[in-house]
């Protein structure tokens, strides 16, 4: 069990006010508020050994080197990968779809190829594949939801061909707060010899993820969303994939030798890690993970589902309320009425109660559900009943304004 109280000191952010109110903060899907652990390991690390990795021999350079390595090896006993050298570390989620679709798509497809993405993908796994087709003539077709706005599994076992190349999905939808079947879907994609990226942002907050288990080829996800810093995220790619793609990204650390002529590429996880990396991100991103580690994922996980549970019984005692898809995460997305999701967060903005609102960056799926948007409440595991509360109370008084008007 975890203890909401002890942990809530750990998060200077959370003793905020906004408009005078205690800050209600339940936008964590964007992004988390950071423990001081986190943040103290970011000045730490500029206060004792700042200095760029891996080409140095002298002392700071070495122990900033190794520093980075541990959080390497620190995300790959997270996800239960096989090598380290399979850990890439990249900007974020969206930078880590970027680099499969730019690196698997220029060295391994062809126009005319297929790849599968789902009807709830979020625009960072959407654009990508847009901008692949446009280079390439590499063409994506879209897993159809069921009216309960599940995946259309039937469906996606009948898009496979052989022209089909990759399955690019979202392990749980960051509008509906749904998780996908994710290991199914792998396995049908494998059946078909196909590969599978999983869009793993949302789900590795909140989830166990074993990579080897779940037999994904691709999995990305964001630091800042699992208590770490922005700019930092992780590709996790199987060897044998890693090996075969060229790297998208020239410049250094990524080359063995450069002539005019010709550039011989890095070993792994070098060779996709062009450039100075956010050295600083990626240790601050090891020590949120060795954080979440010493309160225990599944204690998050069961924390956070019981939120999501009250937090849906609650929201349905509301008349008006529309709750969309069926959420199991830590997400809920809802309509009450016909005030506008933007109207409503702007109430409980200033009430002090941070939720987010409008497309979540999954147009396609608001268009699908025909609406102009959602108001969103995400939970991490500093989120407390009480603060549900406060949301619901905030609604009811909208409803309030909004039926006097
Ligand atoms: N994929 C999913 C499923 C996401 O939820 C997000 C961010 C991304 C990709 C992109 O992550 P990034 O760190 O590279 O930006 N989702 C959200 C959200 O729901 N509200 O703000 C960002």
Not at 316 to 331: H, L, S, V, Y
Request: net charge negative.
């Amino acid at each position: 069990m975890v203890n909401i109280e002890e942990i809530r000191k750990e998060f200077p952010i959370l003793e905020s006010r906004i408009y005078d109110k205690p800050l209600v903060y339940l936008d964590n899907a964007a992004t988390t508020q950071k423990p001081k652990c986190v943040i103290d390991t970011i000045s730490n690390v500029y206060t004792t050994m700042n200095s760029n990795v891996h080409r140095g021999v002298h002392h700071l350079s070495q122990v900033a080197t190794t520093a980075m390595e541990n959080s390497r090896e620190t995300v790959r006993k997270f996800i239960g990968a096989k090598h380290s050298h399979e850990i890439i570390f990249t900007r974020g989620t969206t930078e880590s779809i970027n680099l499969v679709a730019s690196s698997y798509g220029n060295t391994l497809l062809k126009e005319g190829d297929e790849i599968i993405i789902s009807a709830m993908e979020h625009h960072s796994n959407i654009v990508p594949w847009q901008l692949l087709h446009a280079r390439t003539g590499v063409k994506f077709r879209v897993i159809p939801l069921t009216g309960n706005c599940k995946l259309d599994i039937e469906a996606y076992k009948g898009m496979f061909n052989e022209k089909t190349r990759l399955v690019s999905v979202t392990h749980v939808s960051n509008v509906l707060g749904s998780t996908n079947p994710i290991k199914e879907i792998i396995d049908i994609a494998h059946s078909n010899d196909v590969p599978v990226l999983v869009d793993g942002a949302q789900s590795i907050p909140h989830k166990k993820i074993d990579v080897m288990e779940l037999d994904a080829d691709f999995f990305a996800f964001s630091g800042h969303k699992i208590y770490g810093p922005t700019g930092v995220g992780v590709l996790y790619g199987k060897e044998l994939w890693l090996e075969t793609m060229q790297p998208y990204n020239g410049g250094g650390e990524m080359i063995k030798s450069v002539r005019f002529d010709k550039t011989s590429f890095n070993d792994l996880p070098y060779k996709f890690e062009a450039g100075t990396p956010d050295y600083v991100g990626i240790i601050a991103l090891g020590k949120a993970i060795e954080w979440v580690n010493s309160l225990g994922i599944e204690n998050i996980a069961a924390h956070e589902h019981e939120l999501t549970r009250y937090a849906v019984e609650q929201l349905k005692t509301i008349p008006e309320m529309r709750i969309f898809g069926e959420p199991d995460g830590a997400a809920v997305s809802f309509l009450t009425g016909d005030i506008h999701p933007a109207d409503l967060g702007t109430i409980l903005d200033r009430l002090g109660i941070a939720i987010r609102t409008g497309h979540h960056c999954a147009q396609p799926l608001i268009d699908h559900l025909g609406i102009p948007g959602t108001a969103r409440a995400s939970f991490a595991v500093y989120n407390t009943k009480k603060e549900i509360d406060a949301l619901i109370q905030g609604i009811k008084r909208a409803v309030k304004m909004f039926t006097q008007c």
